[in-house]
């Protein structure tokens, strides 16, 4: 697989609480050499970033990030503002106790909340796999789909685990039409890559993606 095909579904992403306005620069000036998909940021650097780049950058921003346990009209405040700063996408995290409460219903509604508030912007819900049960991952694909969400996300990357190729087959097999997947958390190396594209990702989340690909894509021009 072409290094700029892979770069081209990769949400480059540094969420990293002690970044600095350099280090996002750079994250932003790779994005828009390399063409990835987005950079994923916190939502105090979007408006810094729209200013200063313009619609030259796709930027993802993330809501009720690592935790998830924010209320749904905080997390619906802080994707209106996120997408009032200038965020194209929001990757937000469920509430995975009412997940383990068996509330799927608060989930759901919680999802299309956030999709009503973020409109023809991309939503993708992250569920944090390795903390739910098969029973519980199944069912929060049918939140996901239910909620109206264009992608569920295996990780934050902060969590106890990352994607795993097992999660990835699980939710192809119980997501609904038109619901893509994210693989995210613990992906380094180009292998990794190109093994989640293969399974049918459409995008990869991953903060060393340009540093291991940028040597090849520069050699492809």
Known sequence: MKASEILSHVDHTLLAPTATWEE????????????????????ACVARLREAYGKELTICTVIGFPLGYDTEAAKCAAAREAVKNGADEIDAVINRADMKNGDAAKVTAEIAALKNTVGTRILKIIVEACDLTTEEKIEACRCVTGGGADFIKTS????????????????????????????????????????YLAQGCDRIGASAAVHLLAERADAEE
């Open 156 to 195: 934050t990357g902060f969590g106890k685990g990352g994607a795993t190729h097992e999660d990835v087959d699980l939710f192809r097999t119980h997501i609904g039409a038109g619901v893509r997947i994210k693989a995210a958390g613990g992906i380094r190396t180009v292998e990794d890559m190109e093994a």
């Open 24 to 43: 996002m620069k750079r994250l932003a000036d790779e994005a828009i050499r390399y063409r990835t998909a987005s950079v994923c940021v916190p939502p």
